[in-house]
């Protein structure tokens, strides 16, 4: 029988598990590694935000262009990614008021506008569990110019197939209340590619569906099924030996 335990070594040692297409994700131990990108137009001076690696690319119409980003997430240092489906690359006017200091952020990047589907592709990135902010801004309409048509994001990755992750975005402009952002988590196994497509079928007034950076983020690792017995086993050795046992009594 336990008496009082001590909840930090117990945090320590247990093992969150959870199984996913016959893969066991290891949840909370993946590390502090991200990568952020902000996609910019030309590669102008000045518009890179700090902190951020650089997607820059100035050529309008819609066919891929993949670029090798270096980044712990990836195998062997690197992730390709890539960008498709756009109608143009611009850099615009910059974001104000409660945006200004994210501008270099904002204001530039590949842009829709039209009806399309516009899509981010993901290769080499290592086995796991990720979570993905994406940032949808526009710079280039005054205050509220313009209908701003929502649009939703469909994912495949190695679990799903063109499967609707987040509906109904709106674009946020100079003049909303927020910051419109999207966020959703992805599978990878064995290096499988992800593909994730800003979808929408109806464009009112020529709005921009933009893709101004990301936030990538792992937050499981993935190992084979097999070894979930083991892992499991682990977690229950490390949770029995770490719980606090009860004070002997000293002789009178």
Same mark, same amino acid.
């Given at each position: 029988?336990?008496?009082?335990?001590?909840?930090?070594?117990?945090?320590?040692?247990?093992?969150?598990?959870?199984?996913?297409?016959?893969?066991?994700?290891?949840?909370?131990? =993946?590390?502090? =590694?991200?990568?952020?990108? *902000?996609?910019?137009?030309?590669?102008?001076?000045?518009?890179? #935000? =700090?902190?951020?690696?650089? !997607?820059?690319?100035? +050529?309008?119409?819609?066919?891929?262009?993949?670029?090798? /980003?270096?980044?712990?997430?990836?195998?062997?240092?690197?992730? *390709?990614?890539?960008?498709?489906?756009?109608?143009?690359?611009?850099?615009? %006017?910059?974001?104000?008021?409660?945006?200004?200091? #994210? $501008?270099?952020?904002?204001? *530039?990047?590949?842009?829709?506008?039209?009806?399309?589907?516009?899509?981010?592709?993901?290769?080499?990135? =290592?086995? %796991?569990?990720?979570?993905?902010?994406?940032?949808?801004?526009?710079?280039?309409?005054?205050?509220?110019?313009?209908?701003?048509?929502?649009?939703?994001?469909?994912?495949?990755?190695?679990?799903?197939?063109? $499967?609707?992750?987040?509906?109904?975005?709106?674009?946020?402009?100079?003049?909303?209340?927020?910051?419109?952002?999207?966020?959703?988590? !992805?599978?990878?196994?064995?290096?499988?590619?992800?593909?994730? *497509?800003? /979808? @929408?079928?109806?464009?009112?007034?020529?709005?921009?569906?933009?893709?101004?950076? +990301?936030?990538?983020? @792992?937050? %499981?690792?993935?190992?084979?099924?097999? $070894?979930?017995?083991?892992?499991?086993?682990?977690?229950?050795?490390?949770?029995?030996? /770490?719980? #606090? @046992?009860?004070?002997?009594?000293?002789?009178?």
């Amino acid at each position: 029988m336990f008496t009082r335990l001590n909840a930090r070594k117990i945090v320590a040692g247990l093992i969150a598990t959870i199984v996913i297409g016959g893969h066991v994700v290891l949840i909370g131990g =993946a590390g502090a =590694a991200t990568l952020k990108i *902000d996609f910019t137009a030309g590669g102008s001076s000045g518009t890179l #935000q =700090a902190g951020y690696q650089e !997607f820059s690319h100035d +050529v309008d119409g819609g066919a891929m262009v993949t670029k090798p /980003l270096t980044s712990e997430l990836g195998i062997g240092g690197t992730v *390709d990614v890539s960008i498709s489906g756009n109608t143009h690359w611009r850099s615009y %006017g910059e974001a104000d008021g409660m945006f200004a200091s #994210q $501008s270099d952020l904002l204001r *530039d990047g590949p842009l829709c506008n039209g009806p399309c589907t516009m899509t981010l592709g993901l290769g080499n990135l =290592a086995s %796991g569990t990720y979570e993905i902010t994406t940032y949808h801004h526009t710079t280039f309409f005054g205050p509220n110019e313009k209908i701003l048509d929502l649009f939703d994001i469909a994912l495949t990755d190695s679990v799903l197939t063109d $499967s609707i992750v987040v509906a109904r975005i709106e674009e946020s402009d100079n003049a909303s209340s927020g910051l419109s952002t999207a966020t959703f988590q !992805f599978t990878v196994s064995g290096g499988s590619p992800v593909e994730i *497509d800003l /979808l @929408r079928t109806v464009n009112t007034e020529g709005m921009h569906i933009t893709l101004a950076a +990301v936030n990538i983020q @792992r937050v %499981g690792f993935l190992i084979p099924e097999p $070894s979930s017995i083991v892992l499991l086993t682990i977690g229950l050795i490390s949770f029995l030996s /770490l719980s #606090q @046992r009860r004070p002997r009594r000293r002789p009178a």
